[in-house]
Nanobody, 122 residues
Framework: QVQLVESGGGLVQPGGSLRLSCVASGSIFTFDDMGWYRQAPGKQRELVATIISGGSTNYTDSVKGRFTISRDNAKNTVYLQMNSLKPEDTAVYIC????????????????WGQGTQVTVSS
């Protein structure tokens, strides 16, 4: 069974930094896309950053220049380094991983972690 476990969230002052980690387990295949979403109470889920297995990255505009996504394929782990944090970054951050087990088809599977709380407040 595929399982994603996040860690690294917490309370931080504006301008501070946090590093989130997500360990994905339960698959003999390398995960294809991995990424981070976030959701604040009463707000729609938002994609923060994604990274493909080959290393290409994408970020939502509001975090460009402040956040960095990376991955270690040997450890099936994705990271999110968050610098210059702002109160509007406060949300539950949720890890996402995609498996594409059979390349002869277009069928992919999405997996989600339980989320880790990030609170930015003075």
């Amino acid at each position: 069974q595929v399982q994603l476990v996040e860690s690294g969230g917490g309370l931080v002052q504006p301008g501070g930094s946090l590093r989130l980690s997500c360990v994905a387990s339960g698959s003999i295949f390398t995960f294809d896309d991995m990424g981070w979403y976030r959701q604040a109470p009463g707000k729609q889920r938002e994609l923060v950053a994604t990274i493909i297995s080959g290393g290409s990255t994408n970020y939502t505009d509001s975090v460009k220049g402040r956040f960095t996504i990376s991955r270690d394929n040997a450890k099936n782990t994705v990271y999110l380094q968050m610098n210059s944090l702002k109160p509007e970054d406060t949300a539950v951050y949720i890890c996402n991983a995609v498996l594409w087990p059979d390349r002869t088809t277009t069928i992919k599977f999405d997996y989600w972690g339980q989320g880790t709380q990030v609170t930015v407040s003075s």
